[in-house]
C-alpha cells in the first residue's frame, strides 16, 4: 500500500469542502440580501424585515450551518456574520443603482450642453431657435 500525498488539509476533499462551503455562504447571503432589497428597494430594509432574517438565518445555521450545526450559541455568530454579509449585499445593490441613476443624469446634462453648443440656444429656447433659424434660412 502506498502513502497518498495531500495537500496542508490533509484530506484530498478538503480543497472542494472549502469551495463548496465558500459558494455556499455567497449564495446564501446574495439570496438574503436580495430579498431584504426586494422588501425596501428604495431605502434601507425596515428593523423587523432585518430581525426576521436574522431569525430565519439563526434557524438555519443551527439545522445546516458550518459551524452552528446543532450549537445555538455558534448558530448565533455565524447568523449574525451572514446577516451582516447579507447586508452588505443590500448596501451594494443601493450603491450600484445610486451610481447608475447619476451616470444617467451626467448623460442626460451632458446631452443638453450638447444640444446648446451644437445650436448656440439652449434647448428651453425653442422659439428664439425657430426665429434664428428662419433668419438664417432668409439670407441664404
Sequence with gaps: MRAARHGAGGSPSSVPALVREATGLGLSTFAVGA?????APEGQ????HVAAAGLA???WCYCDG???RLSWGLAAIEALLRLRLALAWDEFRHWWRNRRRADQ???SAAKR??????TGVPASHSATRTRLIAAAV???
Excluded at 450642453?113 to 451644437?118: D, G, K, N, T
Design 66 to 68: 458550518m459551524v452552528g
Design 113 to 118: 450642453e450638447q444640444r446648446v453648443l451644437a
Design 35 to 39: 430579498v431584504l432589497y426586494a422588501l
Design 57 to 59: 438565518l439563526l434557524v
Design 138 to 140: 432668409s439670407t441664404c
Design 105 to 107: 443624469a451626467a448623460w
Design 45 to 48: 430594509p425596515l428593523v423587523r
